[in-house]
C-alpha cells in the first residue's frame, strides 16, 4: 500500500546524478527533470498546479522571466506542502530560488527544490 500521493521510486531524484546529467546533456536533462518535479507537486498538491508546457513555451516567449517566476511558485508550493504535512518548513525558499535563478543558478534552484521534495519521503531519502 502506498501511502504518497506520488510514488517514492519517481520523487526522491538522485541530486548529484540529476545534476551532472543536466551539464553533460547541456540542459535537456534539466528539463526532465523540472518536469518531473512539477509532476510530483502536482500529485503532491492534489491539483494540477503546474504545467510544463505552459512553463516551457511561456519561458521562452519571455526570455526566461515566466521561468523565475515559475521558480518561485514551485517553491511556495512545495512550502504549502511542507505546512499541510507538518514537514519541516524551508520558509525561505521562494526568495532563494528567485535569485539563483535571476543570477543564472536554475540549477542550484532545481537542486535545493529536489532536496526538499527528497525530505517529503523520509523512509525514502538519503540526505
Request: proline share 3%.
Amino acid at each position: 500500500m502506498n501511502q504518497y500521493p506520488y510514488p517514492p521510486d519517481m520523487g526522491v531524484r538522485n541530486i548529484a546524478l540529476d545534476i551532472v546529467l543536466t551539464l553533460i546533456t547541456c540542459g535537456i536533462w534539466g528539463l526532465y527533470w523540472q518536469y518531473k518535479q512539477m509532476e510530483c507537486l502536482n500529485a503532491w498538491l492534489g491539483r494540477e498546479e503546474y504545467s510544463f508546457l505552459l512553463w516551457f513555451l511561456l519561458s521562452i516567449l519571455t526570455c526566461g522571466i515566466f521561468a523565475i517566476y515559475y521558480e518561485y511558485k514551485m517553491a511556495k508550493g512545495i512550502n504549502e506542502i511542507q505546512h499541510r504535512e507538518r514537514f519541516l518548513l524551508n520558509a525561505d525558499l521562494a526568495i532563494l530560488c528567485v535569485f539563483l535563478t535571476l543570477f543564472g543558478f536554475g540549477i542550484v534552484s532545481l537542486a535545493i527544490q529536489q532536496a526538499d521534495i527528497n525530505k517529503f519521503y523520509p523512509e525514502h531519502a538519503s540526505y
